[in-house]
């Protein structure tokens, strides 16, 4: 099949979780447009938006030389970046809320600023806005996502990935994030993978190392879940495996049903919604990127 980017199936850690969580999450996160706007719908909430920001924030570091880094403070730069979920932009309901989430985040880049590590050394940059691709030409599907950082060691001219975590809770052990960064970092650079970490800096001055992934258990099983996905695209099959709702897809029929309410549209032209204090739950935090 020849290469059309435009017809193919684009898959990420993000909607490939949506999709195992539940396919009726995955299709309202990923397919569905509002008949009004066209636009995609999303909600967002106090720990999304926390993530959101300090990402952002971190993001921004790579781009810069490693002696330009740190010159203007990080909580500087926070303080900015927070100007867009302030308020119940960021799904914050109470100025204490709010409060208590800005403070997490400025206490996690006072954290980097203490305990730099890898941000003061070498980074390589991928030259893509959204790094991809082709997981598989025959069946049409991209494989993409963003990587938070690939420090760069220059005696043996390879990388490492760090990804950030803002979340109080680890990773599973099950997870197919780094596997599935590690394949996006094999395929749109030259340099070898040769160490993948998680960094909870809310609580961690330093990297958690994780074994390097199995590329050839981890690559047939992304893209048998790709495939998945594309198969449910063609039939527009997409049921929640519970008869009631599941807390995935819940919060997305809140918005449907007009029990959210709106904000307003994000950097990604998305219609934003904050949900009511029933369904605004911490459950998401763990997903957070």
């Avoid at 074994?211 to 099959?237: F, G, M, T, Y």
């Avoid at 307003?264 to 763990?286: Q, R």
Wanted: charged letters at 30%; aromatic letters at 10%.
């Amino acid at each position: 099949m020849a290469q059309d980017k435009y017809t193919a199936v684009w898959v990420s850690h993000t909607s490939m979780s949506d999709f195992i969580k539940c396919p009726r999450s995955y299709y309202l996160k990923n397919v569905y447009r509002d008949k009004n706007t066209g636009r995609k719908i999303k909600y967002i909430t106090p720990a999304m938006a926390l993530g959101q920001v300090v990402h952002d924030v971190v993001e921004s570091l790579s781009v810069l030389p490693v002696d330009s880094r740190f010159v203007e403070p990080l909580t500087d730069k926070f303080e900015i970046a927070w100007k867009k979920v302030e308020g119940k932009k960021g799904g914050f309901t109470s100025s204490d809320t709010e409060f208590e989430y800005k403070t997490r985040g400025r206490e996690m880049l006072k954290r980097l600023m203490a305990n730099p590590g890898p941000l003061k050394n070498l980074a390589v940059k991928i030259k893509m806005d959204l790094p991809h691709y082709w997981l598989s030409e025959e069946d049409n599907i991209i494989l993409c996502g963003k990587l938070d950082w690939l420090e760069y060691y220059p005696e043996t001219d390879s990388v490492h990935i760090i990804d950030f975590k803002t979340s109080k809770t680890d990773e599973s052990d099950g997870s197919m994030q780094l596997p599935i960064y590690y394949l996006l970092a094999t395929h749109c650079q030259t340099r070898p993978v040769v160490k993948v970490s998680y960094w909870y800096i809310e609580r961690n001055d330093e990297i958690s190392e994780r074994p390097l992934p199995d590329i050839s258990v981890a690559e047939p099983k992304i893209l048998k879940i790709a495939k998945e996905i594309k198969v449910a695209r063609q039939l527009e099959r997409f049921k929640c495996p519970s008869e009631t709702g599941c807390y995935a897809c819940s919060p997305m029929e809140a918005i449907l049903q007009g029990n959210a309410e709106y904000v307003g549209v994000d950097e990604y032209n998305s219609d934003v919604y904050i949900l009511n204090d029933a369904l605004d739950t911490d459950k998401p935090e763990s997903e957070i990127l």
